[in-house]
């Protein structure tokens, strides 16, 4: 049973403390996109990759935030300093070749809560 | 920015009952898509209608796709208290872009 796999599930920290979420796309799946979920802005793209390659992080405040995929298997989302406001739901998605031709497969997301 | 944005924000019914969602949008579009959340899971695929479609079904969904309105509309038939939910709709635009969504309509069906 193919899925996109996520963790850490549930992370509380500090503020100004390092965050890394990682997410395992499904496998033959080229294109991986990262989205963060609150209350006040539902969905929002912050990154995505396809072929490992960025596309497109303008979704992603640069100073703190960082993706990378350092290989096929793993994607990797990054915060550094956290801050209050970075507490969401951040969703791992990936999908087939061709970001805008079909489903996309999300992870249970990662609810990170910063104090 | 949301493309997509559904209407109403909140829905509930009784179980039996048929629900619809509607989805607009603003720009031109390659295809539309339907996604399931249960509270504190993922988005799940539903449905996706290309834009040189109409209408398309799937089991109790019945999806339509109105190009020169820029809107779609997801029809759940006979309800059940286990399609209580949030519903999103997911635009991908002409080229090469991503999914956009919108805030979703939270549905609840009571038994």
């Known amino acids: 049973d193919a899925r996109v796999t996520q963790t850490p599930r549930h992370k509380v920290t500090e503020m100004g403390q390092e965050v890394t979420m990682r997410c395992q796309p499904i496998?033959?799946?080229?294109?991986v996109f990262w989205y963060r979920q609150t209350m006040m802005q539902g969905l929002e793209l912050l990154a995505y990759?396809?072929?490992?390659?960025?596309?497109?992080d303008s979704g992603m405040p640069k100073d703190r935030f960082s993706a990378e995929m350092p290989d096929a298997t793993l994607a990797t989302l990054k915060i550094q300093p956290s801050e209050p406001r970075d507490s969401a739901v951040y969703f791992c998605?990936?999908?087939?070749?061709?970001?805008?031709?079909?489903?996309?497969?999300f992870g249970e997301g990662s609810r990170l809560t910063v104090l | 920015s949301q493309q997509g944005e559904e209407d109403p924000q909140a829905l509930s019914i009784q179980e039996g009952e048929n629900a619809t969602m509607n989805c607009s949008y603003k720009t031109s579009i390659n295809n539309l898509q339907w996604y399931r959340q249960n509270s504190g899971r993922g988005l799940v695929h539903l449905i996706l209608i290309r834009s040189n479609e109409r209408e398309k079904h799937s089991g109790r969904l019945r999806v339509t796709l109105d190009t020169s309105k820029k809107s779609s509309s997801l029809l759940i038939t006979a309800s059940r208290a286990a399609d209580t939910a949030s519903y999103f709709c997911a635009t991908a635009q002409s080229g090469n872009t991503p999914l956009v969504f919108g805030k979703g309509t939270r549905l609840s069906v009571i038994a």
């Open positions: 998605a990936s999908g087939l070749p061709g970001p805008n031709t079909g489903e996309l497969f």
């Open positions: 496998l033959g799946h080229n294109t």
């Open positions: 990759f396809r072929n490992r390659a960025p596309l497109d």
